[in-house]
């Protein structure tokens, strides 16, 4: 997101959550002064042969049908937003590798959610978790709990998250959105945590990112706020709960590779509204 070129690209299947992502992608291009790639993986490839038409039934087919969820999704992006540049792709194969292989170096990845409808709390469909984990671009999942009055909010750890803060602070100057940063102390539970060393350092945790932050997005009503609670990503779905946006670095410690940290995984799973991962490089 922080680059100045590249486009917005948006993965659509054909499911309702897919198209809300794509309308928002759409507007989120317009905003941005970008265009709109709206891509569709057909996995009918790898289960069989026959893809051709049938027989004296016209415009039937596998491959057809795949033709024609692209065309609904460009058709989805024109109405929403008219007048802006779109393009499309049909790819073949695995969404998730091919998603993240075409957005590679591109300003943002736009997919829907598709999860289990609210099974255990977890709302996010593994194909998004994947891209969230793998993509090197910025990966916007979109939720159907919209704010468009609210504010950009963004989580910054001890290392001040810049790339994170970058890429929120571009999203609130292209709405002229208020900006939100937030910096969370971790309280075990039990123990309420005095306010020594540990909390000067959070303040200047945010003292510093709020100084980035104005400088990046100087138009927009940036505003800061140190919290504490015994669960990070608890804290900040909270701070979020309204927010246009909830914006979270990718970076963890997991002992698995093409993982996401802890806290950008617990709030990709349960915000309700978009989440944006910062996701840079490989």
């Known amino acids: 997101m922080t680059q100045e070129s590249g486009s917005i690209v948006a993965g659509f299947d054909g499911s309702d959550e897919a198209a809300a992502a794509v309308r928002w992608a759409a507007r989120c291009a317009h905003a941005t002064n970008s265009s709109l790639h709206v891509v569709h993986c057909s996995l009918w490839p790898l289960l069989t042969r026959h893809l051709g038409p049938v027989p004296g039934v016209s415009g039937s087919g596998l491959e057809q049908s795949a033709r024609s969820i692209l065309e609904d ?3 989805v992006a024109a109405a929403e937003v008219p007048g802006l540049q779109v393009r499309s792709t049909l790819l073949h194969g695995l969404p998730a590798q091919l ?5 590679a170096g591109e300003r943002m990845l736009v997919v829907g959610s598709r999860g289990l409808g609210g099974f255990l709390g977890l709302l996010v469909g ?6 969230a984990a793998t993509a090197t671009c910025p990966v916007a999942v979109i939720r159907p709990e919209l704010h468009p009055d609210g504010p950009v909010v963004i989580a910054v750890d001890a290392s001040g998250s810049p790339a994170a803060l970058d890429d929120a602070c571009a999203l609130a ?6 900006l939100k940063v937030v910096h969370v102390r971790h309280e075990p539970a039990g123990y309420q945590l005095p306010e020594g060393r540990d909390a000067a350092d959070a303040r200047e945790v945010l003292a ?3 100084n980035r932050a104005t400088a990046k997005a100087p138009l927009v009503r940036v505003d800061g706020e140190v919290l504490a609670d015994t669960s990070v990503p608890h804290a900040i779905l909270k701070a979020a709960g309204e927010a246009r946006m909830v914006v979270v670095g990718s970076q963890g410690r997991g002992i698995l590779r093409e993982t996401i940290g802890s806290t950008a995984h617990a709030v ?9 991962i910062s996701r840079h490089g490989g």
């Open 73 to 75: 999704g460009v058709a």
């Open 268 to 276: 990709l799973h349960h915000a309700r509204g978009p989440v944006l």
């Open 99 to 103: 998603l993240a292989e075409i957005s």
């Open 173 to 178: 100057s292209a709405w002229q959105a208020p």
């Open 126 to 131: 593994s194909v998004s978790l994947e891209l």
């Open 208 to 210: 510093s990112a709020l």
